[in-house]
Nanobody
Framework: QVQLVESGGGLVQPGGSLRLSCVASGRSFSKQAMGWFRQAPGKEREVVAGIAWSIGNTYYTNSVKDRFTISRDNAKNTVYLQMNSLKPEDTAVYYC??????????????????WGQGTQVTVSS
């Protein structure tokens, strides 16, 4: 069983930055694709970014390309989401998710087996 714990959310002004972190329990982190999703009030959960378990492959939804960066530190069992140039429409609860071992990077929420509890990001002046 994998447990995921997110942190780093908060209130930030438009144009500001936040870095989300997600720490995973267990010994399989380095073999798991990871994703960040978000859900705004009244909207469906959507993928934000994903990173493969092997070196290199990442995915970003169009609305965050060139503003957000996903990365991972396998030595720390941690995946990050650096968010720059934040906009009010980025306001949502952000969730970290993990696929099963050796699963490929995916944009579908139903492809992920483990989820964190979420962290609130609010972008407002």
């Amino acid at each position: 069983q994998v447990q995921l714990v997110e942190s780093g959310g908060g209130l930030v002004q438009p144009g500001g930055s936040l870095r989300l972190s997600c720490v995973a329990s267990g010994r399989s982190f380095s073999k798991q694709a990871m994703g960040w999703f978000r859900q705004a009030p009244g909207k469906e959960r959507e993928v934000v970014a994903g990173i493969a378990w092997s070196i290199g492959n990442t995915y970003y939804t169009n609305s965050v390309k060139d503003r957000f960066t996903i990365s991972r530190d396998n030595a720390k069992n941690t995946v990050y989401l650096q968010m720059n140039s934040l906009k009010p429409e980025d306001t949502a609860v952000y969730y970290c998710a993990a696929r099963s071992i050796y699963g490929s990077i995916s944009i579908g929420a139903d492809e992920y087996d483990y989820w964190g509890q979420g962290t609130q990001v609010t972008v407002s002046s």
